[in-house]
Protein backbone atom coordinates (compact mmCIF):
# COMPACT_ATOMS: atom_id res chain seq x y z
CA UNK A 1 0.00 0.00 0.00
CA UNK A 2 1.02 3.21 -0.63
CA UNK A 3 2.25 5.87 1.70
CA UNK A 4 3.61 8.72 2.57
CA UNK A 5 6.85 7.41 3.90
CA UNK A 6 7.21 5.04 1.58
CA UNK A 7 6.99 7.79 -0.92
CA UNK A 8 9.93 9.68 1.20
CA UNK A 9 11.67 6.43 1.34
CA UNK A 10 11.56 6.11 -2.46
CA UNK A 11 13.17 10.07 -3.27
CA UNK A 12 9.32 11.51 -4.15
CA UNK A 13 9.98 15.22 -2.40
CA UNK A 14 6.24 14.37 -0.52
CA UNK A 15 6.73 17.79 1.18
CA UNK A 16 6.30 19.97 -2.22
CA UNK A 17 3.91 17.46 -3.24
CA UNK A 18 1.76 17.91 -0.27
CA UNK A 19 1.89 21.55 -0.41
CA UNK A 20 0.68 21.36 -4.22
CA UNK A 21 -2.66 19.07 -2.86
CA UNK A 22 -3.30 21.75 0.08
CA UNK A 23 -1.49 19.44 2.37
CA UNK A 24 -3.93 16.52 2.53
CA UNK A 25 -2.45 13.14 2.32
CA UNK A 26 -5.35 11.43 1.49
CA UNK A 27 -5.70 13.57 -1.77
CA UNK A 28 -2.01 13.51 -2.28
CA UNK A 29 -1.74 9.79 -2.56
CA UNK A 30 -4.89 9.27 -4.65
CA UNK A 31 -3.23 12.20 -7.07
CA UNK A 32 -0.20 9.99 -6.97
CA UNK A 33 -2.05 6.72 -7.80
CA UNK A 34 -3.73 8.61 -10.88
CA UNK A 35 -0.26 9.58 -12.04
CA UNK A 36 1.32 5.95 -11.65
CA UNK A 37 -1.78 4.39 -13.54
CA UNK A 38 -1.74 7.43 -16.37
CA UNK A 39 -1.90 6.10 -19.90
CA UNK A 40 0.82 8.34 -21.68
CA UNK A 41 3.30 5.93 -19.90
CA UNK A 42 1.84 2.96 -21.94
CA UNK A 43 1.77 5.79 -25.34
CA UNK A 44 5.50 6.66 -24.26
CA UNK A 45 6.32 2.95 -24.65
CA UNK A 46 4.17 2.37 -27.89
CA UNK A 47 6.01 5.53 -29.67
CA UNK A 48 9.65 4.56 -28.34
CA UNK A 49 9.30 1.10 -29.62
CA UNK A 50 7.82 2.19 -32.94
CA UNK A 51 10.58 4.84 -33.60
CA UNK A 52 7.60 7.97 -33.65
CA UNK A 53 9.55 10.91 -32.07
CA UNK A 54 6.91 13.17 -32.26
CA UNK A 55 4.63 11.28 -30.04
CA UNK A 56 7.13 9.98 -27.76
CA UNK A 57 7.96 13.74 -27.25
CA UNK A 58 3.62 14.10 -26.50
CA UNK A 59 3.74 11.65 -24.26
CA UNK A 60 6.80 12.58 -22.17
CA UNK A 61 5.70 15.89 -21.94
CA UNK A 62 2.13 15.20 -21.03
CA UNK A 63 4.66 12.96 -18.12
CA UNK A 64 6.30 15.78 -17.19
CA UNK A 65 4.22 18.45 -15.92
CA UNK A 66 2.11 15.21 -14.17
CA UNK A 67 4.75 13.29 -12.38
CA UNK A 68 6.12 16.54 -11.44
CA UNK A 69 3.08 18.26 -10.07
CA UNK A 70 3.30 15.24 -7.40
CA UNK A 71 6.97 15.63 -7.12
CA UNK A 72 7.69 12.16 -8.08
CA UNK A 73 11.44 12.90 -8.31
CA UNK A 74 12.81 9.34 -9.35
CA UNK A 75 10.84 9.54 -12.32
CA UNK A 76 10.54 12.90 -12.87
CA UNK A 77 14.44 13.20 -13.70
CA UNK A 78 14.78 10.79 -16.67
CA UNK A 79 11.48 12.13 -17.95
CA UNK A 80 12.08 15.75 -18.12
CA UNK A 81 15.49 15.04 -19.59
CA UNK A 82 13.77 12.72 -21.95
CA UNK A 83 11.15 15.42 -22.67
CA UNK A 84 13.85 17.87 -23.48
CA UNK A 85 16.58 16.06 -25.57
CA UNK A 86 12.97 14.86 -27.48
CA UNK A 87 11.52 18.30 -28.17
CA UNK A 88 14.71 19.12 -30.09
CA UNK A 89 14.44 16.27 -32.62
CA UNK A 90 10.56 15.59 -33.56
CA UNK A 91 11.62 15.54 -36.99
CA UNK A 92 14.68 12.58 -36.53
CA UNK A 93 14.86 9.30 -35.33
CA UNK A 94 14.89 8.80 -31.64
CA UNK A 95 18.57 9.10 -30.49
CA UNK A 96 20.08 6.67 -28.74
CA UNK A 97 20.11 8.42 -25.57
CA UNK A 98 16.66 8.76 -25.47
CA UNK A 99 16.36 5.18 -25.43
CA UNK A 100 18.28 4.62 -22.05
CA UNK A 101 15.99 8.04 -20.51
CA UNK A 102 12.98 5.86 -21.37
CA UNK A 103 14.40 2.49 -19.92
CA UNK A 104 15.16 4.50 -16.82
CA UNK A 105 11.63 6.22 -16.26
CA UNK A 106 10.19 2.68 -16.62
CA UNK A 107 12.38 1.64 -13.98
CA UNK A 108 11.53 3.99 -12.13
CA UNK A 109 7.74 3.70 -12.93
CA UNK A 110 8.41 -0.28 -11.50
CA UNK A 111 9.56 0.44 -8.43
CA UNK A 112 6.97 3.37 -7.72
CA UNK A 113 4.01 1.56 -8.52
CA UNK A 114 5.40 -1.58 -6.50
CA UNK A 115 5.99 0.71 -2.84
Same mark, same amino acid.
Given at each position: ?????????????????????????????????????? @??? +?? $? =???? *??????????? !????????????????????? @??? +?? $? =???? *??????????? !??????????????
Amino acid at each position: MLTLDALRAYGANVDDGLARCINNGDFYLRMVNMVLAD @KNF +DK $L =KAAM *DAGDTPAAFEA !AHALKGAVGNVSLTPVFEPVC @KLS +DM $L =KGHT *DQPIPSQCRLL !AEEVFDQLEKARNL
